[in-house]
């Protein structure tokens, strides 16, 4: 496996609001100095739907020695909305390319579900709430499939005119992209949990085996006892109308060594099926903080690897001590090799 990497996010809109707030550049230098020096990744995965947060943090990431994967991640764009920003996108990414920075370039993320007019549903709620109605969804699924297709046959060509470095696209099953246009075939659906244990290995064997270059853009699972059963699920969390955590939904049980063995068993995998690239999910979920109060403990629904304190600082968990060891053995194994 060429990158063990990390998802960082910069701020998914949502409500109003975003999910990285407050949005603090020397803290977020900090952080990706910790995802280089201590968890010793090769690279981060750089999400969210603001650009000059991407296009900042970026720049934080290649003075920390990181390669970029520049990840846009919107919410609520339409399809002509969506075009300009991965456009703008693109450019922002090869000013750093032609700076030296190590950049992959994603022509998006999941944008069925997080774009306007891809799939059935006013907003990214409604479209959610499709996903649980296994009728209506593959009644939606083709229409979504070749629009998504079509989508992105238009936008690849366009961001070869702006970016000359490698192109993906971080998709989700329903998609079923083309990835001839693609210099990378990407996927955010990197969980293994009970729905699909059984297939996964073959299902790893086919992503591997298209004949290019594997990244999986997103993989972990939460903090509570039970989560690697559930991990690709929802977390159990209800938001209130500013899009702020409110209540989790659930009684939940902390249990961090469960997410750490998750994530590390997961690395195996990947190393073991010849990804080339896995980012694990995520960093720090800053809209997800620790409390007092067992029943409005959110990080419990959190797939950070630092607990996120309410004064905004965070500690480490499990997760992240586990990483760390895993990246410092895998980088003295590259040094000695």
Not at 63 to 77: C, K, Q, R
Request: glycine share 8%.
């Amino acid at each position: 496996m060429r990158v063990f990497g990390m998802n960082y996010d910069t701020g998914f809109v949502s409500a109003g609001s975003t999910t990285h707030e407050p949005f603090d550049p020397e803290t977020v230098r900090h952080d990706l100095r910790v995802i280089r020096d201590e968890l010793h990744c090769d690279a981060v995965r750089i999400t969210g739907g603001v650009q000059d947060r991407l296009e900042l943090t970026a720049r934080l990431a290649t003075e920390a020695g990181l390669e970029v994967w520049y990840s846009p991640f919107t919410n609520g764009l339409d399809r002509d909305e969506l075009m300009a920003f991965l456009l703008d996108g693109a450019e922002r990414a090869e000013r750093l390319r032609r700076g030296g920075t190590s950049v992959v370039y994603l022509t998006g993320s999941e944008i069925s579900l997080v774009t306007d007019g891809f799939l059935p549903g006013r907003d990214l709620v409604e479209r959610m709430a499709l996903c649980t109605d296994p009728v209506r969804m593959r009644e939606a699924v083709p229409a979504a499939r070749a629009a998504v297709r079509g989508f992105l046959a238009e936008v690849v060509p366009a961001v070869r005119e702006r970016f000359g470095g490698l192109v993906g696209y971080a998709s989700i099953p329903l998609e079923d992209v083309d990835w001839a246009p693609f210099d990378i075939s990407a996927s955010d659906a990197g969980y293994r949990d009970a729905t699909n244990a059984a297939v996964f290995p073959q299902t790893l064997a086919a992503a591997v085996g298209r004949g290019k270059p594997y990244a999986v853009t997103e993989f972990g699972c939460c903090t509570f006892r039970g989560a690697a059963d559930v991990a690709g699920a929802t977390e159990p969390v209800r938001y209130d109308e500013h899009g702020r955590a409110a209540q989790l939904t659930t009684e939940l049980e902390r249990d961090e060594q469960g997410q750490a063995r998750y994530l590390l068993d997961l690395l195996r995998d990947y190393e073991r099926g010849g990804v080339e690239a896995a980012f694990v999910y995520t960093f720090a979920n800053r809209h997800l903080p620790t409390t007092e109060d067992p029943a409005h403990d959110y990080d419990l629904a959190a797939r950070g690897i630092v607990r996120v304190l309410p004064d905004g600082s965070w500690t480490p968990k499990a997760a992240f001590h586990a990483l760390a060891e895993y990246g410092r053995i895998r980088a003295q194994t590259s040094t000695c090799s």
